[in-house]
């Protein structure tokens, strides 16, 4: 059974920085392709940043690339999103997403990634 399970949301002032944590189990994230998901309150998912287990190449939607970066921790099967210089439009649920393989889909396709998190809420307070 493959579990992943997001924790570090929190309420930030606009400019501040969070760190949030994915730790899997039932799968290995060298042989995954790992994602960030966001929903803000009525707006549609969106793909944020992902992390090809393979190489650990790292791919970011526009809006948060040279401000978020991912990583992850292949000992500790852990995923991480560094979030730096937030701002009122990163509020969000975050979710952490995982599809087997070691290569990423194009893009950030919902139904390719196999298996979700609860997700954590980040809120921007500006």
């Known amino acids: 059974q493959v579990l992943v399970e997001e924790s570090g949301g929190d309420s930030v002032q606009a400019g501040g920085s969070l760190r949030l944590s994915c730790a899997a189990s039932?799968?290995?994230?060298?042989?995954?392709?790992m994602a960030w998901f966001r929903q803000a309150p009525g707006k549609a998912l969106e793909g944020v940043a992902k992390i090809r287990g393979v190489d650990g190449a790292k791919y970011y939607v526009d809006s948060v690339r040279g401000r978020f970066t991912i990583s992850q921790d292949n000992a500790k099967n852990t995923m991480y999103l560094e979030m730096n210089g937030l701002e009122a439009g990163d509020t969000a649920w975050y979710s952490c997403?995982?599809?087997?393989?070691?290569?990423?889909?194009?893009?950030?396709?919902?139904?390719?990634?196999?298996?979700w998190g609860h997700g954590t809420q980040v809120t921007v307070l500006s």
């Open positions: 039932g799968i290995a994230m060298d042989d995954a392709c």
């Open positions: 997403a995982a599809v087997s393989g070691g290569y990423c889909p194009v893009g950030f396709p919902r139904a390719q990634f196999t298996y």
